[in-house]
């Protein structure tokens, strides 16, 4: 044992020993998946993570300490060096970066004496030590851009002239942001958000008619409940919009093994903020969804992992889950059913690839977080410790509780044919009125969208493009058409030429439009954006949240990134775009997950929809700047 760890050691408070027991019960299958918690629990107390933290932790889970740093070094939110005593991660994605962070984060670096200190790659700290200023990928705040994470609170609109008093501002406890929902709007899963009246306690959710739906569910056969999920017609809200009833169907329910529920609140998409509305505001309402699934699939421990840059919504979320196991709805003898089920949180460290559910289990196992092949491991089959798992959204799951109130068939009406229910759309980007707008879904089109739920686009600007469903959505260029098949008078079907702002935001319109709904992160770019330094925004965050275990991926999106950085510089050359393209189709369609066609289809369709701004263009002609580089 060196004298460093002796040290720190002997430092460890007696309730922080007893923190890091109690959370490795949360793991009675394996201890190894304390080992993202324990990091946490031990940089909140030292502010960073050294060798002696790593070999200390290392024999808590009777692992080798190249487990533990094998995790520091992959997660960016693990630092090995000492920060200054407040830290401050300015958002850096495209939302903020539209709104300004950049000058944002200059200005925090003016003000903390540290313009000219170099950064080593985990931000900048000040001459004095009171700060560390870094730029970090999406907050997932994209509505109230530019945002910052300052300390574990966030600060939200943020001004370059803002920039002293969020340094010195002690008071960052999280304040709830009151609205009334747009006349358009249909609110079933942020109806409580956003009002005066209503918090997060049991006693407030039960007022309000909370765990009802449990009760019912308890009373049922859970193939009935599989079956009116089914008949709803709710596909996933995370991204990949798969059918849930069918999802849940694969899961035998007496086969003998451990079943698992994972909740996937690890919302990193860019332009994507909805789950951390319901995480902050509505914490029971996700909990009642999960332990209805939990009894639907024979579930007896499950998990809610939600991204650390959401530490307010942990705290909120295990509170909850506190008051809920005190009043008999999560546990042992659920609601005086017999049945036991466990629910915990835990946390990421700020890696996007772990939106991906085997990613998302791997992590959870305490692993790198490298995305399993599928087949054969797809999770109802092999999920977490290669046992069935069902991953679903959190917003995917607060629908299940709306379906059993209302029923399947009912539920299903309220949206399209194939989508049904209600879905969140996240907008940010260069309109007057940001922010989430819970519709029916297919029940709005981008022109309503935009003019009459968003209040338009800013004053004398023209729209250019819209990213549909968050930054991995293939761009749509204002003034295209699409051909839509719809039935004629005579019922016979026809094309037609569907203008981009007559295109209903749904999953089928979308898809058939050469894009996807994905998070319904609906990202809006006025006339005054040029398209190379969004795509390269868009390309930085790629490179940055490659996880490296496929080399088309790994090399293919850093390369993407320093092409266009290069070009924004000034520097454009005849063949970059074509070389661009080339990059990306090599790298679609050959990677173990999703992530491939993810940072692929930026570049492909910006330059296929937008070639003309990707060519060589007077000197100085660049548009919004080099994007922080």
């Known amino acids: 044992m060196t004298a ?5 050691t002997d430092h460890l408070p007696p309730d922080l020993r007893e923190r890091v027991d109690e959370i490795i019960t949360h793991y009675p299958v394996s201890k190894r998946s304390a080992a993202v918690p324990l990091l946490h629990l031990w940089q909140n107390h030292f502010g960073y993570i050294d060798g002696s933290g790593v070999d200390w932790i290392a024999r808590q889970l009777d ?4 487990n533990i740093l094998e995790l520091v070094t992959f997660y960016p939110w693990f630092r090995q060096t000492p920060p200054g005593r407040t830290t401050i991660r300015v958002c850096r ?9 950049h000058e944002v984060r200059d200005e925090l670096l003016r003000c903390a004496g540290a313009l000219d200190v170099p950064d080593h790659g985990h931000g900048v700290t000040s001459p004095d030590g009171k700060y560390t200023i870094e730029f970090v990928e999406c907050l997932a705040s994209c509505g109230t851009a530019p945002v910052a994470l300052v300390g574990d609170q966030l600060a939200e609109r943020i001004r370059p002239a803002d920039a002293r008093s969020i340094m010195e501002d002690a008071d960052r406890t999280y304040r709830k942001t009151v609205r009334a929902p747009h006349p358009a709007e249909k609110r079933m899963i942020l109806k409580n958000a956003a009002r005066e009246d209503y918090d ?3 006693d407030c959710y039960l007022r309000h008619g909370g765990y009802e739906s449990l009760k019912k569910a308890l009373k049922m056969k859970p193939e009935e409940i599989v079956a009116e999920v089914k008949t709803s017609n709710l596909r996933g809200r995370g991204g990949a919009g798969f059918p849930v009833g069918v999802k849940w169907s694969f899961i035998r329910r007496e086969d003998g093994k451990p079943h698992y529920l994972v909740v996937n609140g690890d919302e990193s998409e860019p332009g994507t903020f909805k789950d951390r ?13 999960m332990m209805i699934a939990a009894w639907t699939l024979n579930v007896h421990l499950a998990y809610v992992y939600i991204r650390c840059e959401f530490p307010e919504a942990a705290r909120i979320v295990e509170k909850a889950i506190a008051e809920a196991k005190a009043a008999g709805f999560i546990g042992r003898d659920v609601c005086g059913t017999g049945f036991d089920c466990d629910i915990f949180v835990h946390q990421g460290a700020g890696a996007y690839i772990c939106g991906e559910e ?9 692993k790198r977080p490298y995305p399993r092949i599928k087949p054969p491991f797809f999770p109802a089959v092999f999920g977490l410790y290669n046992c069935p798992t069902i991953v679903n959204n959190v917003e995917s799951l607060c629908h299940v509780k709306h379906i059993l109130a209302m029923g399947g068939e009912a539920f299903a009406k309220l949206g399209s044919p194939g989508d049904g229910g209600t879905r969140t759309l996240c907008v940010s980007g260069d309109v007057q009125s940001p922010g989430y707008y819970e519709l029916g879904c297919g029940q709005v089109t981008v022109g309503q969208l935009i003019n009459e739920i968003c209040g338009g686009l800013k004053p004398g600007r023209k729209l250019k493009a819209i990213i549909p469903g968050g930054s991995s959505a293939k761009v749509l260029r204002a003034g295209e058409k699409f051909a839509m098949k719809r039935k004629g008078p005579d019922g016979a079907e026809q094309t037609v030429q569907v203008d981009l702002m007559d295109l209903v935001l749904d999953a089928s319109t979308l898809a058939a439009a050469g894009s996807m709904i994905g998070s319904a992160g609906v990202m809006i770019l006025d006339d005054s954006r040029d398209m190379l330094w969004v795509l390269n925004n868009i390309n930085d965050f790629y490179a940055h949240e490659s996880c490296g275990q496929c080399t088309p991926c790994r090399e293919g999106s850093l390369w993407m990134s320093k092409v266009t950085t290069r070009m924004l510089n000034g ?11 080339g990059i990306a189709d090599h790298i679609a369609g050959r990677t173990v997950c999703a992530f491939g066609e993810a940072c692929a289809w930026p570049t492909q369709s910006f330059i296929g929809k937008f070639r003309e701004e990707f060519e060589p263009r007077p000197a100085g002609a660049n548009g919004n700047g080099v994007n922080g580089h």
């Open 63 to 66: 692992l080798e300490p190249i």
């Open 4 to 8: 460093a760890e002796t040290r720190q």
């Open 358 to 366: 085997t990613s998302l289990l791997e992590s959870l196992e305490g």
């Open 277 to 289: 509305y319901i995480l902050h505001e509505d914490p029971h309402q996700l909990l009642e969804g």
């Open 571 to 581: 520097d454009i050359k005849p063949t970059d775009a074509t070389q661009l393209v």
């Open 93 to 101: 994605t495209l939302s903020c970066a539209m709104a300004g962070s």
């Open 200 to 202: 997060t306690s049991l």
